[in-house]
T-cell receptor, first 113, second 112 residues
Framework: GENVEQHPSTLSVQEGDSAVIKCTYS??????FPWYKQELGKRPQLIID?????GEKKDQRIAVTLNKTAKHFSLHITETQPEDSAVYFC????????????FGAGTRLAVHP | NAGVTQTPKFRVLKTGQSMTLLCAQD?????MYWYRQDPGMGLRLIHY???????AKGEVPDGYNVSRLKKQNFLLGLESAAPSQTSVYFC???????????FGDGTRLSIL
């Protein structure tokens, strides 16, 4: 079946450093790629998304890049802050529509003051 | 505007018991989804619905049933709970087109 691989599974950075999380997807029909942030005990919350007709998207300190040829996309967080500490999930839309998503296994980001 | 609301938030069951998890959304979304989240495995789709009266199987449907009698509600049922169903269950909804999914706060379910 289709899958999304996410790396690394854990990431530890110092406050102010950049963090990069990478995902690879298998469904060539995927055209929508959201990223979710989940704090401990909370719901996943959408932080940024990108569609297949765009190569890069930025929102303040976060950016996402997409390489459709290689089937991978990445999340970049600059000037990290302790409140960025959370688990981040990438996802890719599945063929067949209805906004179905397949999620990566998650990356636990720890930002140390 | 509450978004997506899940009840209950926590529940402990004994093996073989049944229960229903309720998801309600007030965003007039057509699509609704049930996921389970297990450590190190991300979110896996159990069942989904693309409109009132419709349901479809996701990635891990075995042991679960769902119903969408009203557009705003999506119910997840466990007929005979098993320890392997211990998990955190999330409901989500989205509008038509490539719209993002919005999640509820989750239900933490333990099966003893």
């Amino acid at each position: 079946g289709e899958n999304v691989e996410q790396h690394p599974s854990t990431l530890s950075v110092q406050e102010g450093d950049s963090a990069v999380i990478k995902c690879t997807y298998s469904d060539s029909a995927s055209n929508y790629f959201p990223w979710y942030k989940q704090e401990l005990g909370k719901r996943p919350q959408l932080i940024i998304d990108i569609r297949s007709n765009v190569g890069e998207k930025k929102d303040q300190r976060i950016a996402v890049t997409l390489n459709k040829t290689a089937k991978h996309f990445s999340l970049h967080i600059t000037e990290t802050q302790p409140e960025d500490s959370a688990v981040y999930f990438c996802a890719a839309s599945l063929s067949g529509g209805y906004n179905k998503l397949i999620f990566g296994a998650g990356t636990r980001l720890a930002v140390h003051p | 505007n509450a978004g997506v609301t899940q009840t209950p938030k926590f529940r402990v069951l004994k093996t073989g018991q049944s229960m229903t998890l309720l998801c309600a959304q007030d965003m007039n979304h057509e699509y609704m989804y049930w996921y389970r989240q297990d450590p190190g495995m991300g979110l896996r789709l159990i069942h989904y619905s693309v409109g009132e009266g419709t349901t479809a199987k996701g990635e891990v449907p075995d042991g679960y049933n769902v119903s969408r009698l009203k557009k705003q509600n999506f119910l997840l049922g466990l007929e005979s709970a098993a320890p392997s169903q211990t998990s955190v269950y999330f409901c989500a909804s989205s509008g038509q087109g490539n719209q993002p999914q919005h999640f509820g706060d989750g239900t933490r379910l333990s099966i003893l």
